[in-house]
């Protein structure tokens, strides 16, 4: 199957290596506006293909959507990243009007297209595309707590003492620096919960690292991160394309689910063929119901600059 990936900069590329690598794609089209830039990608990405063991086809194009037709997946990572000390909100004056273009030429293209949504703001984004695109809400997912959830794990492993596999943990409601929410009361090692190795100091340095986990890397980087954010995506790629049925935590737009509607928010859900299968409605604590009130009424507030 094909899978489209708009932004042939560092998240997009990171995207077509890890889900060539994966093996599971037909074909990958890399999309961008820079002129030659995403042929120059898919190129040097091709020529790893020997040498990583991959079948997966990977082409790219400057601007020619007629390309991407007939994907069952498109990704949009095309927009701009942050600058340290930029917050994720302050990129929707650019990236509002290149998502909304790249989701038009998409949905013109491959009508029935699950579309993922990487661009910053991101639940904004996600918002953007449900209510420009036309697309049902299952086939609109917007990736954060996948990469948040991953973050979260590192840190609780490295406050634990022990290797990430070993641990398990979500975060969910927004993918911004405040309005993450890692369920630690949620969180387990082999099983058992967290709560039960981490004093109270050791958790709320976790939660905190957790949340600016994106910011922290901008730091030292320069510029945002893109190997984690990659493999988040290729994960969701593949639990479409594979029909896996994975719980994952994705941006999505809510009608009464955790008591909020008409909004994007990182809740778990069930990814398949369908795109969203089911959107998985778990107990939260009070404070932490709280949390996620207070990440919805900033998130609300952001969506309130877009313009349709
Ligand atoms: N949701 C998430 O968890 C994450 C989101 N991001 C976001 O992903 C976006 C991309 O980040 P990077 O890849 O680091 O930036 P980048 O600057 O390396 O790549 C962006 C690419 O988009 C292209 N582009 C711009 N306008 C376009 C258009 N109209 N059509 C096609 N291509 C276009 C640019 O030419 C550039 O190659 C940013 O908004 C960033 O904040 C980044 C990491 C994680
Ligand atoms: O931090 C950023 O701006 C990019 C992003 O969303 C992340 O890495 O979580």
Redesign the pocket.
């Known amino acids: 199957m094909k899978v489209t990936v708009?932004?042939?900069?560092?998240?997009?590329a990171s995207c077509a290596e890890y889900i060539a690598m994966k093996n599971f794609a037909a074909e990958v089209v890399l999309?961008?506006?820079?002129e030659g830039?995403a042929e120059g990608k898919a190129m040097d990405l091709m020529q790893t293909a020997s040498l990583n063991g991959f079948d997966t086809k990977i082409t790219g194009t400057t601007?020619d959507y007629s390309k991407t037709a007939g994907s069952k997946v498109a990704v949009i990572?095309?927009?701009?990243?942050?600058k340290p000390g930029m917050t994720?909100e302050e990129?929707i004056g650019i990236?509002a009007g290149?998502v909304k273009?790249?989701t038009a030429n998409l949905v013109k293209h491959s009508p029935d297209v699950i579309i993922i949504v990487?661009?910053?703001p991101?639940d904004t984004m996600a918002y953007l595309v449900h209510k420009t695109s036309g697309l049902p809400k299952n086939k609109i997912i917007g990736?954060?707590g996948a990469?948040d959830s991953a973050r979260f794990k590192y840190r609780l492993a490295e406050a634990l003492e022990c290797p990430i596999s070993d641990v398990d943990g979500m975060v969910i409601a927004a993918?911004s620096d405040t309005g993450m929410l890692p369920l630690m009361s949620k969180a387990t090692r082999n099983g058992v919960p967290v709560t039960e190795f981490l004093d109270a100091e050791k958790q709320a340095y976790v939660e905190e690292e957790t949340k600016v986990g994106?910011a922290t890397l901008t730091k030292l980087l320069g510029?945002?991160?893109?190997y984690a954010?990659g493999a988040a995506v290729s994960v969701m790629v593949q639990s479409i394309l594979c029909d896996h049925k994975k719980m994952i935590p994705c941006s999505l737009m809510l009608d009464g689910e955790y008591g909020q509607s008409d909004i994007c928010l990182g809740v778990p859900a069930i990814i398949g063929a369908n795109g969203v299968e089911k959107i998985v409605e778990i107990a939260l604590t009070d404070a932490e119901k709280e949390k996620f009130e207070t990440a919805a009424k900033a998130v609300r507030e952001v969506n309130g600059d877009l313009k349709f």
């Open positions: 708009v932004g042939a900069g560092a998240v997009g999309v961008d506006i820079k830039f601007g990572t095309s927009g701009i990243p942050r994720r990129l990236n290149i273009e790249v990487v661009s910053n991101m990736m954060g990469l993918h994106g510029t945002s991160a893109w954010p």
